[in-house]
């Protein structure tokens, strides 16, 4: 069997596609994420996952698991060339790796201090009683959240 072009279809997070024509008879790993790459443009993905006959996702991190999905696809690409159908494309599903961005929530933390006129005391319930002078501060503590510089000295 002669290897005809086929689509690489890539899936993006924001529900774009982006086909690929693949004309090259041997496709590599590296190959693929670095295409990618360029369609995710800001995320990083080292792994991707295609869909087998089933339904399920198997995911793609090696080239070993590469050349697996890639006989896969080139038994459906021959089946549908002896039954004269067009055969579809490929699709992969880039799994993005979201480490790099550690706030994805966009959580923000005041830093300012905080005027001890402004807070309110309260009584934990908690009964300390060794009469130490950290006693005092672990109250303070666990009252209304705030520790003094002098407690770290």
């Excluded at 496709?27 to 990083?44: G, P, R």
């Excluded at 021959?78 to 880039?94: H, I, R």
């Excluded at 790099?100 to 923000?108: D, I, S």
Aim: one cysteine or more; a negative charge.
């Amino acid at each position: 069997m002669s290897l005809q072009p086929f689509i690489i279809r890539i899936k993006t997070q924001q529900g774009e596609d982006v086909d690929w024509t693949v004309q090259a008879p041997r496709l590599t790993y590296s190959d693929v994420l670095e295409v990618i790459a360029q369609a995710l443009q800001n995320n990083v993905s080292n792994t991707f996952e295609y869909e087998d006959d089933d339904g399920d996702r198997i995911i793609v991190s090696s080239e070993a698991e590469m050349q697996a999905m890639m006989s896969f696809y080139m038994s459906i690409m021959e089946e549908c060339s002896n039954s004269g159908k067009m055969a579809p494309p490929l699709t992969l599903y880039p799994r993005v790796n979201n480490a790099g961005k550690r706030n994805f929530h966009g959580l923000t933390i005041n830093t300012r201090p905080v005027e001890s006129s402004l807070v309110q005391k309260a009584d934990s319930g908690v009964v300390l009683g060794t009469g130490h002078r950290h006693d005092a501060e672990l109250r303070e503590i666990l009252a209304n959240g705030t520790v003094s510089f002098s407690f770290y000295q």
